[in-house]
């Protein structure tokens, strides 16, 4: 009986180890799976395994890793949680758990596990550099340096944590500062692609358009098929009139993400400058087909009808671009000139008065408003537009002498007669002549 009970102990023995093998095996191939972007098949590992060992905290992490890859947050969270329940100091569980109730804008959550993560472990980079970039969302922008600062003190190599600091610097208003990061991190890490597209953006921002395209250039060359980069360097490239060079980045692009809605906008952009209006109709057209509420596309695909004359196609699209977003003060500006180019000058003036409800300090609009006033002879209101332009800049000429003009109109030689003299003290020869001819 002695050796019969050995014996089934023995076997047992060999039977666990068995199992474990049998584990460890499927734990290795889910994540080689995982780690191949095969999630679904990984998933199948990792479930066997907790059927078979229902308090494995590894095989609940790891699933729960995979399923916020999949973009399924909340069976994430439910697996971490899992896994903390059998293991609550394992701190990637935290810092995983942290990152996923963060992208729930379950921002108290979040910050919780961080704090969790670094109760356990103080020397972890990667939870002060989670934590910095929860605090950024939140606009937390002193916080979240601190915390990068930690980071980067732990792990001087912790290229993230730099990235992440020159964003927050950025929204400071630290651009400059920013770009020293930045520019450290490349010291640190030549060959990171991410470095040079930031530190691009950084340039960008304080105006410096030919560092940035260094920059993307360079970023391009490690990377050359970021879709994200070949846009923005086209915005650039077109913006410092390489309007060719923009429509070929944002080709490239578009052979990468055929469905990306802004290399389509950007190409258009370039396609109006060169010009070429049939291309930006095009463009425009492929870009709203994506985003139907691509209120930028319907604007600039309108300007394009505008230019070739087919006034009626512009005028839906500026109305469409004002139904999605009813603040966009440019659709109201340019469907007002439509307007105006088929005579329509009180729905003109109607479209000029509710953008300047929008933007009431807009001088263009202003402007633009007074002119058409006076078109329609409503010479006192075209009087207090010209007014107002006057109020922000006593010294513009042009609407003194067209305020200048409408007074002469109205009868009001005396305060016409006011503003050519200022106008001609500010050297404007028209205004000298009209003085001399209307003011004793």
Request: charge should be neutral; proline fraction near 2%.
């Amino acid at each position: 009986m002695k050796r019969l009970f050995v014996s089934l102990i023995f076997i047992f023995s060999i039977l666990l180890i068995h199992a474990q093998t049998n584990v460890d095996a499927l734990m290795k191939k889910g994540i080689s799976l995982f780690a191949k972007k095969e999630y679904k098949e990984a998933l199948l590992n990792f479930n066997e395994i907790i059927t078979t060992q229902p308090k494995n905290a590894d095989a609940y992490f790891y699933r729960g890793i995979t399923f916020a890859s999949m973009g399924n947050i909340n069976a994430a969270i439910a697996d971490y949680s899992k896994a903390l329940e059998f293991n609550p100091k394992k701190t990637e569980v935290y810092i995983n758990r942290g990152s996923a109730y963060s992208e729930l804008q379950q921002y108290n959550e979040a910050l919780a596990d961080y704090n969790k993560a670094i109760q356990l472990n103080s020397k972890l980079a990667e939870a002060y550099n989670n934590r910095g970039y929860l605090y950024s969302l939140q606009k937390k922008y002193d916080e979240a340096i601190k915390d990068f600062d930690k980071a980067i003190a732990i792990n001087p190599k912790y290229s993230m944590a730099y990235i992440n600091k020159a964003f927050s610097l950025s929204a400071l208003g630290e651009d400059s500062i920013g770009i020293t990061i930045l520019t450290k991190l490349i010291s640190i890490h030549p060959d990171f692609s991410s470095a040079y597209f930031n530190r691009a953006l950084e340039y960008k921002q304080l105006g410096g358009k030919k560092n940035a395209l260094k920059d993307y250039d360079k970023g391009l060359l490690l990377e050359p098929n970021d879709v994200t980069a070949l846009i923005l360097r086209a915005e650039i490239r077109d913006e410092t009139g390489d309007h060719k060079g923009a429509v070929e980045d944002c080709t490239k692009a578009l052979k990468f993400d055929g469905s990306n809605a802004k290399a389509y906008y950007i190409r258009s952009l370039a396609e109006y400058d060169m010009p070429d209006y049939n291309g930006v109709i095009d463009d425009c057209t492929h870009a709203i087909q994506i985003k139907p509420d691509y209120w930028e596309a319907y604007i600039h695909r309108a300007n394009a009808y505008d230019l070739l004359g087919k006034y009626e196609d512009a005028l839906k699209d500026y109305s469409k671009a004002i139904e999605i977003n009813p603040k966009a003060t440019n659709a109201y500006d340019q469907r007002a000139i439509a307007r105006a180019s088929k005579n329509d000058v009180i729905g003109a003036l109607s479209d000029l008065t509710r953008a300047l409800t929008i933007e009431p300090d807009n001088i263009k609009l202003i402007e633009k408003r007074a002119i058409l006033l006076a078109a329609t002879k409503n010479y006192n209101e075209a009087i207090d537009d010209y007014s107002k332009i006057l109020e922000v800049n006593s010294d513009d000429i042009k609407a003194m002498m067209a305020r200048a003009d409408l007074l002469l109109l109205q009868g009001k030689k005396e305060q016409a007669c006011e503003d050519y003299k200022r106008a001609e003290a500010l050297g404007d020869g028209a205004a000298m002549s009209k003085r001399i001819f209307n003011c004793k």
